[in-house]
């Protein structure tokens, strides 16, 4: 009797403002706090809310017989504790109806595990710290940030007294084998739960073609192989990655329905699915997988020459940076880490390159990489500073390490809007798209404001892209804004 094992990750990065150059060595706060908002308040209202009282339908509904997993990463659960905590009690509510089980992940969302054993184990204690707080648990399972998983992860995972992981099941290390039973990592007693990521791709990527139905859903799932089925996937996928319009909302109101209609399955957690099966066979993966693009590799990452060089100086400013015993500055430092800067930096081609281009807060993957360096190189002067002062003996004062992160740099200033405000001055335009609407004569916030649809047309024949540009940063609200 197979089970199906939904797994969600629920995730917000600390995105960076449009940090340049001249700025180092004076500003010390790097975080685009308006921006991470602005997201976090249009997920909330497309995502987080309705999902959550859809998941609270569906448990009331079939009376606990429909449950679900999901990790909140701490970088999140700071969002919502700063700006929507409406949106965190609604998660807390969703815990307490019992049917939902919390997995353990990386505080800051980051490649830990790859660069720092040390940081890794500290940043999932911290998470766990966190749950503590919020939800009064401890999980027993751990999903490494992006699904990157190696036997290595599953030592670490016994280490830090784990029974389980989840990852990501691999073709070529499962070697003709199913991914739905569960698995044991060599020379460890960790379970493994691997994703059947062709199931969970037919809703993540090919439902908004139109072609899938919850009842043909539940069919292809009544006839798969195995003891259980993981579906594991972002939570943003409902309703944020595929609108509401798509019909995604009665999708998942009505999987359970069609699910529960076959007597030979039902819903499982990952403590469930641990307890009642058996271990099938050993997955032994000596190099590094992850759930992320084709190559299902860490090149989404560290895949060019920009991504890794970043990487490695990061890295390398950990033992000053704990060393300063700085809990702020640490805090800064460890937000750095977060996966999703390096994944902005990525400069793969097609398919793989366009999904990394669609989540950027950059005009491209350039951009990203000067900013985030640039940030990167003003904090790397204050470790030069604190290893000076190590080394003379001399306790300097605290001059540049960040404001504490419940403000924004906004918040701590006088709001000054200058009469001669430019089109720079709209968040996300950037150099490149303020240079391609002056060579198109738009150089003032009314002309931009009153482009024709015609006129845009023109533009996005000319420069592929610039539509979705304005419509994701909305220029055309901010321009607004700023001509008055």
């Given at each position: 009797?197979?089970?199906?094992?939904?797994?969600?990750?629920?995730?917000?990065?600390?995105?960076?403002?449009?940090f340049t150059f001249f700025e180092i060595g004076t500003d010390h706060f790097y975080e685009d706090d308006d921006l991470n908002k602005h997201y976090l308040d249009q997920v909330s209202e497309s995502c987080y809310l309705p999902t959550n009282a859809l998941m609270m339908e569906l448990i009331e509904r079939y009376e606990g017989k429909f449950k679900i997993c999901m990790s909140l990463t701490g970088t999140f659960i700071e969002q919502m504790e700063h700006h929507r905590p409406d949106v965190l009690e609604s998660f807390k509510k969703l815990h307490q109806t019992g049917c939902l089980e919390l997995i353990a992940e990386t505080y800051y969302h980051s490649l830990a595990s790859e660069y720092s054993v040390d940081e890794f184990k500290r940043q999932v204690k911290l998470l766990e710290d966190k749950y503590q707080q919020h939800f009064g648990v401890k999980p027993t399972a751990l999903r490494n940030t992006e699904m990157i998983y190696s036997n290595r992860v599953a030592q670490l995972a016994q280490e830090l007294d784990y029974e389980a992981v989840l990852a990501e099941g691999v073709d070529w290390y499962l070697n003709g084998r199913t991914p739905n039973q569960l698995y044991q990592a060599p020379s460890s007693g960790i379970k493994l739960l691997l994703r059947n990521h062709r199931l969970t791709d037919e809703?993540?990527?090919?439902?908004?073609?139109?072609?899938?139905?919850?009842?043909?859903?539940?069919?292809?799932?009544?006839?798969?192989?195995?003891?259980?089925?993981?579906?594991?996937?972002?939570y943003e996928t409902i309703g944020e990655h595929i609108k509401a319009g798509t019909g995604i909302f009665d999708f998942m109101r009505w999987l359970p329905h069609y699910v529960l209609m076959y007597e030979n399955l039902s819903f499982k957690t990952v403590r469930e699915v641990i307890d009642t099966n058996r271990v099938k066979g050993i997955?032994?993966?000596?190099?590094?997988?992850?759930?992320?693009d084709a190559q299902r590799d860490m090149s989404a990452w560290n895949g060019n020459a920009m991504q890794d060089e970043?990487?490695?100086?990061?890295?390398?400013?950990?033992?000053?940076?704990?060393?300063s015993n700085d809990p702020d500055f640490i805090h800064v430092w460890s937000k750095l880490q977060t996966s999703d800067h390096f994944y902005y930096i990525s400069t793969k081609p097609w398919g793989d390159g366009t999904i990394h281009e669609h989540f950027s807060p950059y005009n491209s993957a350039y951009e990203g990489y000067i900013f985030y360096m640039n940030a990167l190189s003003d904090l790397e002067i204050t470790v030069n500073e604190l290893r000076e002062a190590k080394k003379t003996g001399k306790h300097?004062?605290?001059?540049?390490?960040?404001?504490?992160?419940?403000?924004?740099?906004a918040d701590l200033e006088e709001p000054t809007i200058s009469k001669k405000a430019t089109l720079i001055d709209i968040k996300g335009i950037g150099p490149k798209y303020v240079k391609i609407l002056a060579q198109?004569?738009?150089?003032?916030?009314?002309?931009?404001?009153?482009?024709?649809?015609?006129?845009?047309?023109?533009?996005?024949?000319?420069?592929?892209?610039?539509?979705?540009?304005?419509?994701?940063?909305?220029w055309i609200q901010q321009a607004k804004e700023l001509a008055d």
């Open positions: 009797m197979p089970s199906i094992c939904f797994y969600f990750r629920a995730h917000q990065p600390n995105r960076l403002k449009q809703i993540a990527f090919r439902f908004p073609q139109g072609t899938l139905t919850a009842d043909q859903y539940a069919f292809w799932l009544s006839q798969a192989d195995g003891d259980n089925i993981n579906i594991f996937m972002d997955y032994d993966v000596h190099f590094t997988t992850s759930w992320a970043a990487l490695t100086k990061l890295y390398s400013m950990e033992y000053d940076v704990k060393g300097k004062a605290k001059t540049t390490t960040a404001p504490p992160q419940l403000f924004s740099q198109a004569g738009i150089d003032t916030f009314e002309k931009l404001i009153n482009l024709s649809n015609e006129d845009w047309d023109v533009l996005e024949k000319e420069h592929t892209g610039i539509i979705k540009r304005c419509q994701k940063e909305q």
